[in-house]
């Protein structure tokens, strides 16, 4: 198999084989064949009387020493999967709320309210009153409902989730018990039902589930906005991606992760020590670059280029030109810090859960963050001196990303065609069939799929049939780095209607070129912002979400997050496509029900497809159908 869809990766692996350093595609080789049981979810290690497995040809247990069956065994080891990737995305949005708090209560001096338009619009949002107040109180009252959805021991629903959907999606899921009331609680709930001998039910368990990916949701809403409050609601931005932005005449330092508070810090202190920079004969100065979701909070609010997604991140240390790797949570592989020693580069972790055997570990907490944010850059430039000429080859490919696609944006542009009514050029083309639907496409990579390659063939083919895409996450990167996010890929690879509206919106947005065909919502926790597009379009149209001729799909996904986002995209009622197979398939019973029941009672369902082209087909028949169904075909 290709490890990767770009051939700046490729000269880069070949590099790491003369070097005999082992990447993740090398581990992914050692590693098979895979557990056939853990690959379909029917292998049972949640107590110590196991591991249990049951055989999925019949011949062998069909039950675990306990009588489990393989039908609960799948059901609850994926919903443990959604009870992580809800931790993940809530407990990073609930950093942010503190640190809204810290701003409100004057507790940190490196952080401040940066959007007070924004601050205002989530105070009416969450229905607090916003005449005669300070921002600071603002600020603290926003921060305090918002952490009531951490808390909340009452029935109803949370802020973040009952404020950010239609009122249709919301009596669905309160009609089936699942309108979720408390983040955490959701997670502590799957961890409880799931112990030995507690719930059996496989339907049981999987509505937990959904409740539980409810909270992924509502986590993703609040730390999206909030972010947006603390470092600006992102608006159109220019900039370049893929490795090739590693700059061999600067400092350059690579951000990697998830969380903004770390890396909007960064990007601050850097250019204040860009002078001592230049002193240690970096001409071009210090040079950040993103990497995962964190480059693209980055990318999105400071037009900092993106050098690459999840699964080449080992090969930005391969240039050998990458002083310093940032990293803070999530999807950092531990393998960064062997190849790091191979280099001259350092690589730093910052969040005291989540550190890395062989990392150099400064932490960053709020109070002293400015000063150890400067430590680290400043050994960077040191570093800079170790740099070995020799090992140094970076990739000269760019390609030229727009990004920048907040709802707020999109609205802003629209409202320079329509003031009145900003959503309804937007709608009108999609009723007249200019834009036939919308794809959003959100996810990782995974070594099981060359990378990126399903996100460009399914995409490409997607356009030429007036599908506007959307892109969060990794599936952005995939589109930065193959050059689908700029004025060209339209011209290139839209039908003409789409190409046309493109046309009249660039023109509108002062580019003297189309817009691109792919727009870069942000990271995976900006997935609210394409809920929040969607929601605004439903509530104009006067339907709910399902009726929408809009799919999601996650064509290389890999993390539990992934599992968590495609289960609350589906719990709204939007059908999701998955290009991997997730390890549910030793149940025909949870298979069914993903697949198909959940459709029947919300309106959204998995689509299982490995191969880009019939999943593309998929995709488009069911904007067809929607189309259909909403009268809008003609
Ligand atoms: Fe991680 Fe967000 Fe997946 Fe990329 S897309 S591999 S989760 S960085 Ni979220």
């Known amino acids: ?65 306990c009588g489990a069956d393989a039908d609960t065994i799948v059901a609850r080891n994926l919903i443990r999967m959604i009870a992580s990737g809800t931790a993940a995305h809530s407990l990073h949005g609930k950093e942010i709320a503190k640190t809204l708090l810290e701003v409100a209560h004057d507790e940190v001096d490196s952080y401040e309210v940066k959007d007070v338009d924004k601050l205002k619009n989530i105070a009416k949002k969450l229905e607090i009153k916003v005449e005669d107040k300070s921002v600071k109180e603002l600020a603290e009252e926003v921060a305090y409902e918002t952490l009531k959805d951490y808390t909340r021991f009452e029935d109803e629903p949370c802020n973040w989730l009952a404020n950010t959907i239609t009122e249709q999606r919301l009596s669905k899921l309160e009609d089936l018990d699942i309108a979720l009331n408390n983040i955490e609680s959701s997670v502590t709930d799957i961890m409880s039902r799931t112990h030995v001998g507690t719930d059996a039910d496989p339907l049981n368990l999987l509505l937990a589930g959904l409740k539980c990916a409810l909270g992924d949701y509502t986590g993703m809403q609040l730390s999206t906005n909030l972010s947006d409050v603390l470092f600006g609601t992102p608006e159109p931005v220019i900039s370049e991606s893929n490795l090739g932005v590693i700059n061999e005449d600067a400092v350059n330092i690579a951000v990697h992760g998830h969380n903004p508070l770390l890396s909007e810090i960064i990007v601050d202190v850097a250019d204040e020590l860009q002078e001592e920079a230049i002193e240690a004969g970096a001409e071009d100065g210090i040079n950040i670059v993103g990497i995962c979701c964190t480059g693209n909070e980055v990318l999105l609010r400071r037009g900092i280029p993106l050098a690459t997604n999840y699964l080449s991140q080992e090969l930005a240390i391969l240039t050998g030109a990458v002083e310093a790797m940032v990293v803070d949570v999530q999807c950092i592989m531990p393998s ?110 995974n070594t099981k799929v060359t990378q990126d390659s399903n996100f460009y063939e399914m995409a490409t083919k997607l356009l030429a049939d007036d599908i506007l895409v959307l892109a969060t996450g990794c599936a952005a990167g995939a589109f930065a780095k193959n050059a689908l996010m700029n004025s060209h890929a339209t011209e290139k690879y839209a039908g003409d209607g789409l190409k046309a509206v493109l046309e009249i919106l660039g023109h509108e947005a002062g580019l003297d070129a189309p817009l691109p065909p792919v727009w870069h919502m942000g990271s995976c926790v900006d997935n609210s912002r394409g809920v929040d597009l969607a929601v605004s379009i439903a509530n104009k149209l006067e339907v709910d979400l399902d009726q929408l001729p809009l799919v999601a799909s996650a064509p290389e996904l890999m993390s539990e997050k992934a599992i968590s986002i495609g289960t609350w995209v589906a719990t709204l009622g939007i059908p999701v496509h998955v290009g991997v197979v997730p390890p549910v398939t030793g149940s025909s019973f949870v298979t069914n029900v993903l697949t198909s029941d959940l459709g029947d009672l919300l309106g959204g369902y998995f689509i299982v497809e490995e191969d880009q082209q019939k999943a593309t087909e998929k995709l488009i028949e069911i904007i067809e159908k929607k189309r259909d169904d909403l009268n809008i075909n003609d």
């Open 1 to 65: 198999m290709n490890k990767c869809h770009n051939c700046s990766d490729e000269s880069l692996i070949n590099k790491a084989e003369k070097e005999g350093i082992d990447l993740v595609w090398d581990r992914h080789e050692a590693m098979q064949p895979q557990c056939g049981f853990g690959e379909q979810g029917i292998c049972c290690r949640i107590c110590i009387k196991g591991p249990c497995r049951i055989d999925p040809y019949g011949n062998g247990p069909q039950e675990g020493i």
């Open 336 to 445: 960064l810090a062997k190849i790091s020693d191979c280099y001259h580069t350092e690589l730093f972790t910052t969040m005291p859960d989540a550190k890395i055997p062989g990392a150099t570990h400064v932490e960053l907490n709020p109070s002293e963050v400015a000063e150890n944010a400067k430590s680290i850059v400043r050994k960077a430039i040191k570093a800079f001196e170790e740099r070995e000429q020799d090992k140094v080859e970076i990739p000269t490919e760019t390609s030229k990303t727009i990004a920048g696609f907040s709802k707020e944006a999109v609205v802003n542009l629209l409202s320079e065609i329509d003031a009145e009514e900003p959503l309804r050029p937007l709608i009108d083309n999609i009723v007249n069939g200019n834009i036939k639907g919308i794809v959003l496409f959100a996810g990782c990579n």
